[in-house]
């Protein structure tokens, strides 16, 4: 099990940027996949971002393609995700996720409140 810790949500105006932070512990992260998803009110949980731990290659939603980046810290165990250019509908609960390539056992992170509002 990977124990996930999120952060750095909060309200910011339109047009802002904002970083979260995920830090995992509890195994090696070499076979993860680490991303974000994100859920706002009355609708499904959807991807936002992801980075395989080996190779760090970054895969993204076409929503968020071009002002959200999705970098790691392999000292740290943390993965960050850069949101820029922030509109209203980024509003949501993100959720800091790991998928584990072979088993496809996953965790997530108790999520973070992020509010784009004028």
């Known amino acids: 099990q990977v124990q996930l810790a999120d952060s750095g949500g909060g309200l910011v105006q339109p047009g802002d940027s904002l970083s979260l932070s995920c830090t995992a512990a509890?195994?090696?992260?070499?076979?993860?996949?680490m991303g974000w998803f994100r859920q706002a009110p009355g609708k499904e949980r959807e991807g936002v971002a992801a980075?395989?731990?080996?190779?760090?290659?970054?895969f993204y939603a076409n929503f968020v393609r071009g002002r959200f980046t999705i970098s790691k810290d392999d000292d740290k165990s943390t993965v960050h995700l850069q949101m820029n250019s922030l509109k209203p509908e980024d509003t949501a609960v993100y959720y800091c996720?790991?998928?584990?390539?072979?088993?496809?056992?996953?965790?997530w992170g108790q999520g973070t409140q992020v509010t784009v509002s004028s």
């Open positions: 996720n790991s998928q584990q390539i072979f088993s496809r056992r996953e965790d």
């Open positions: 509890g195994r090696s992260l070499g076979a993860y996949v």
């Open positions: 980075i395989t731990w080996t190779g760090g290659v970054p």
